[in-house]
């Protein structure tokens, strides 16, 4: 099993950014997939949740209105839409895989995540 992420980005203030993390091993739509994204000298930050059996997704208040999670079951990858970008979203970005049997609404502990993605850097700078 394989989560293979998109390569670093640079961005402008208030444009938008899409990461993919492309399944290999299994069936994308076997699991759920989680973002999570950690800043420079921060915590790992709870994105939200896309179930890509059927696409319906959970989004973090924090994030909600500018994140868009897809997810290309003929491909196997999940995609992370972030738009209005600012500093503050400078950071790593990570796919990570989750069993379907953990509560949707909940968010998982660490431990409960079996495969991560290696990380995508998204930088925005003027």
């Known amino acids: 099993v394989q989560l293979v992420q998109s390569g670093p980005e640079v961005r402008n203030p208030g444009a938008s950014v899409k990461v993919s993390c492309k399944a290999s091993?299994?069936?994308?739509?076997?699991?759920?997939i989680d973002w999570v994204r950690q800043a420079p000298g921060q915590g790992v930050e709870w994105m939200g949740r896309i179930d890509p059996e059927d696409g319906r997704t959970n989004y973090a208040q924090a994030f909600q209105g500018r994140v868009t999670f897809t997810a290309d079951t003929s491909t196997g990858t999940a995609y992370v839409e972030l738009s209005s970008l600012r500093s503050e979203d400078t950071a790593m970005y990570y796919c990570?895989?989750?069993?379907?049997?953990?509560?949707?609404?909940?968010?998982?502990?660490?431990?409960?995540?079996?495969?991560w993605g290696q990380g995508t850097q998204v930088t925005v700078s003027s």
């Open positions: 091993g299994y069936t994308l739509t076997s699991y759920y």
């Open positions: 990570g895989r989750l069993e379907r049997s953990v509560p949707w609404s909940r968010r998982p502990s660490s431990y409960e995540y079996d495969y």
